[in-house]
T-cell receptor
Framework: ETGVTQTPRHLVMGMTNKKSLKCEQH?????MYWYKQSAKKPLELMFV???????ENNSVPSRFSPECPNSSHLFLHLHTLQPEDSALYLC???????????????FGPGTRLTVL | SQKIEQNSEALNIQEGKTATLTCNYT??????LQWYRQDPGRGPVFLLL?????KEKRKERLKVTFDTTLKQSLFHITASQPADSATYLC????????FGTGTRLTIIP
C-alpha cells in the first residue's frame, strides 16, 4: 500500500452508536491530521498530531476523540454524534508540522459519514 | 478577521482555452501558498507551492502567480482538457495551513 489510506470509505451510524475511523500513512511522515469537509465550507482542521503528540485541537466537540498510537496510524473515535456531523472526514499527513514547506499535506480518500 | 476567497464557486471553460482561478486573501501574511486538486469523493491532491518571494511557478500546463501586494494568487491551466475538471483549492501558510472553499472547474468538450 502507498500513500494515505482510510477505512471505512462510507459509514452510516445512528446517533447512539460508537464507531471509529482509521487512517494509516505509508510515507514515513511525522505529522497526521483530521479534517472535516462539509458542503460549501472550507476544510476544517480538527486535530493535529506531531510525533504522536496532539499539538492542535480546534474547538472540536468531545463526541470526537482522536487517538494516535504510533506515527503511522491515526484514529477518530465517534460517539453520540448529531446529524450535522455528517460530512467527509479526511485524514492527511505531512513530513513535519509547522515547519514551512514540509507542511505539504498528503490526503487519504476520506470517509463519507452519515449520521441518522 | 482572516479570510480566503476563491473567485467563484463554479467555472465553466471551453476545452483548449486557458482556465484562470483566483485566490484572494485578507489579514494574512502567508509565507507561501499551495494549490490542491480535489475530485468528487476523494481527498485533495497537492499540485504546486509558491513562496512569498516568488512571482511565478510553472509545472507542465499549470502556472501559479503570487502577488503579495494585491494579496492574490492566480492559478492557470493552459490548453485545458475535460480531465482537468475538478475542484481546485488554494491554501495559505503562515503559522498553519488554511484552505479556501475551492472553485469547481468544468472543462466543456
Amino acid at each position: 500500500e502507498t500513500g494515505v489510506t482510510q477505512t471505512p470509505r462510507h459509514l452510516v451510524m445512528g446517533m447512539t452508536n460508537k464507531k471509529s475511523l482509521k487512517c494509516e500513512q505509508h510515507l514515513g511522515h511525522n505529522a497526521m491530521y483530521w479534517y472535516k469537509q462539509s458542503a460549501k465550507k472550507p476544510l476544517e482542521l480538527m486535530f493535529v498530531y506531531s510525533l504522536e503528540e496532539r499539538v492542535e485541537n480546534n474547538s472540536v466537540p468531545s463526541r470526537f476523540s482522536p487517538e494516535c498510537p504510533n506515527s503511522s496510524h491515526l484514529f477518530l473515535h465517534l460517539h453520540t454524534l448529531q446529524p450535522e456531523d455528517s460530512a467527509l472526514y479526511l485524514c492527511a499527513s505531512s513530513q513535519d508540522y509547522n515547519s514551512g514547506t514540509s507542511d505539504t499535506q498528503y490526503f487519504g480518500p476520506g470517509t463519507r459519514l452519515t449520521v441518522l | 478577521s482572516q479570510k480566503i476567497e476563491q473567485n467563484s464557486e463554479a467555472l465553466n471553460i471551453q476545452e483548449g482555452k486557458t482556465a484562470t482561478l483566483t485566490c484572494n486573501y485578507t489579514n494574512y501574511s502567508p509565507a507561501y501558498l499551495q494549490w490542491y486538486r480535489q475530485d468528487p469523493g476523494r481527498g485533495p491532491v497537492f499540485l504546486l507551492l509558491i513562496r512569498e518571494n516568488e512571482k511565478e511557478k510553472r509545472k507542465e500546463r499549470l502556472k501559479v502567480t503570487f502577488d503579495t501586494t494585491l494579496k492574490q494568487s492566480l492559478f492557470h491551466i493552459t490548453a485545458s482538457q475535460p480531465a482537468d475538471s475538478a475542484t481546485y483549492l488554494c491554501a495559505l501558510v503562515n503559522e498553519k495551513l488554511t484552505f479556501g472553499t475551492g472553485t469547481r472547474l468544468t472543462i466543456i468538450p
